[in-house]
């Protein structure tokens, strides 16, 4: 296959390539930031996207104790390893190869995440995925998605298709929200190519979407039907112009594609709380001091 097998005149393109950030969170977790501040309004709904990946424990092994959050939802996937998760609301949970775990911080989760392995690999993603305003100060809610509970299809050309969230070819994800309560209405897809081939999926013009390639390369068929690659551990913002995306992977290539509904409101961060004024930061503040996210 040399060239696209569909029509590719309504293709969203990559508009900018990002290269992550070396950091580290929590007790010294090294990690890559692939979605930074600067790029929150432009990927709204979306704030933070951290891609970990170590088979060194001196990297993970600290893991993230105790820490607050509020006014925002964290997804976390697991790709390899073993990480245990406990909260201030009484959740606990093993997340581990494959699986997802789904936290509404609401109006205040105090938890931890911790490896349950003192070597191996330890992969995977935290995607921080804002709530609007009406829903910042809802109950905490917590779900662990095992790995067999996540839909999956595979294509005629080989294309498995693991649908975390949204919806794809038929195939409704995990997590499936109303849209007047969650109108985000994030789609979240991981996409292994097999073998050499091809994936189209329908997008909103108006969603928010971004690739990001974990193995292998990843290209982005555009208008003109050339591929535009986007190489292992690249994240590809795709343009606010057409209604679908069309890839074309080799053999072995994995990359997450998501894509949000923007909720067009103001974002004020503060470390791990994510409001909308920074009176609210201020609150935010003040009651994890004073002791009200152990309620
Ligand atoms: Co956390």
Redesign the pocket.
Known sequence: MNHAPFNSQNNREIERVVIGRATQDGAGVKLTRVLTQDLQQRLDPFLMLDNFASDDPNDYGGG?PD?P?RGFE?VTYMIAGRMRHKDSAGHEGLLQNGGVQWMTAGKGVI?S?MPEQEAGVMEGF?LWLNLPANQKMCVPWYRDIQSYEIPEFTTSQGVLVRVISGESQGTTGAMSRSAALYPTQPLYLDIHFNQDGFFEQPLNPKHNAFLYTYRGETEVIGRDREGQPLARHRMGILQNRGDCVQLRGQSGTHVLLIAGQPLYEPIAQHG?FVMNTRQELMQAVEDYQSGLFNL
Do not use: L, M, N, R
């Open positions: 993230f820490h959050h964290t938890h995440e935290q791990p």
